[in-house]
C-alpha cells in the first residue's frame, strides 16, 4: 500500500526566512501531488498541486518541486510569514484509485 | 476557490447517542465526497468516499454499520455516528471533489466529542 512520511515533524524559523517542508512518497504510480496547510482547528487549506509529467511548479510565495527518481516532495516558503505557522500535509493519490494518501505532517513554527 | 462547509462546528453528546454531520459543497457540484478522522496531533485518515447517488466504500477497519454515510444530492453528504462512544471522539472532516478534477477541497470539520 501508499505510504507517505516526512522527514522533519516540526520545523522552526524566523519571519523572513525561506521555509522547505520536506515529503517522500512510496508507491511509484503515485502521480499527483498537493499541499495542504492546516491550522488549528480547521480544515486542511489546499496550496498548490503538481502532476508527475512536472518537476517543479511556482505560486505565490510557495515553490512544490518533485523528484519522481528518489519519489520527493518539497514544499518551499519564500519571506516565511507568522501567518504561515500551521501543520503542512503532503498528500499523494495514484489517479487509477482517485483517493488521496496523506502524510504525517510537518508543523512550521515561524518566530516574529 | 471551491467552497465546502460542514454543521455543526462541534457537538458534544452523550454516550450510546447517534450524531449527524453534514458537509454540503457551496458552489460547485460533488460528484464525490470523502469523509477523514483525524486524531490529536496525527494526519487524516480516510474512512469513505462516497459517490452521489450510490453506497459509499469503506476503508478498511472502518464500521459501515456504526458510521453511516449517505450522499443523496450533488451538494450534500452526511456522516451519521450511531451509539457513539468516548473513542468516537475526534475531528471528522469532509471533503468533495467536482467530477472535473482532481483537486478535493476540504470542509472546516466538526469535533466530535462524546461523554
Known amino acids: 500500500g501508499e505510504s507517505v512520511g516526512l522527514h522533519l515533524p516540526t520545523l522552526s524559523v524566523q519571519e523572513g526566512d525561506n521555509s522547505i517542508i520536506n515529503c517522500a512518497y512510496s508507491?511509484?504510480?503515485?502521480?499527483?501531488f498537493i499541499w495542504y496547510k492546516q491550522e488549528s482547528g480547521k480544515g486542511p487549506q489546499f496550496i498548490i498541486d503538481?502532476?508527475?509529467?512536472?518537476d517543479k511548479r511556482q505560486g505565490q510565495r510557495v515553490t512544490v518541486l518533485l523528484n519522481k527518481t528518489v519519489k520527493h516532495l518539497s514544499l518551499q516558503i519564500a519571506a516565511t510569514q507568522p501567518g504561515d505557522s500551521a501543520v503542512y500535509f503532503c498528500?499523494?493519490?495514484?489517479?487509477?484509485?482517485?483517493?488521496?494518501?496523506f502524510g504525517k505532517g510537518t508543523m512550521l513554527l515561524v518566530s516574529p | 476557490g471551491a467552497v465546502v462547509s460542514q454543521h455543526p462546528s462541534r457537538v458534544i453528546c452523550k454516550s450510546g447517542t447517534s450524531v449527524k454531520i453534514e458537509c454540503r459543497s457551496l458552489?460547485?457540484?460533488?460528484?464525490?465526497m470523502f469523509w477523514y478522522r483525524q486524531f490529536p496531533k496525527q494526519s487524516l485518515m480516510l474512512m469513505a468516499t462516497s459517490n452521489e447517488g450510490s453506497k459509499a466504500t469503506y476503508e478498511q477497519g472502518v464500521e459501515k454499520d456504526k458510521f453511516l454515510i449517505n450522499h443523496a444530492s450533488l451538494t450534500l453528504s452526511t456522516l451519521t455516528v450511531t451509539s457513539a462512544h468516548p473513542e468516537d471522539s475526534s475531528f471528522y472532516i469532509c471533503?468533495?471533489?467536482?467530477?472535473?478534477?482532481?483537486?478535493?477541497?476540504f470542509g472546516p470539520g466538526t469535533r466530535l466529542l462524546v461523554l
Open positions: 471533503s468533495a471533489r467536482d467530477g472535473l478534477q482532481e483537486t478535493q477541497y
Open positions: 498528500a499523494v493519490m495514484n489517479s487509477g484509485y482517485s483517493t488521496l494518501t
Open positions: 503538481i502532476r508527475s509529467n512536472m
Open positions: 458552489d460547485f457540484q460533488a460528484t464525490t
Open positions: 508507491n511509484s504510480a503515485s502521480d499527483y
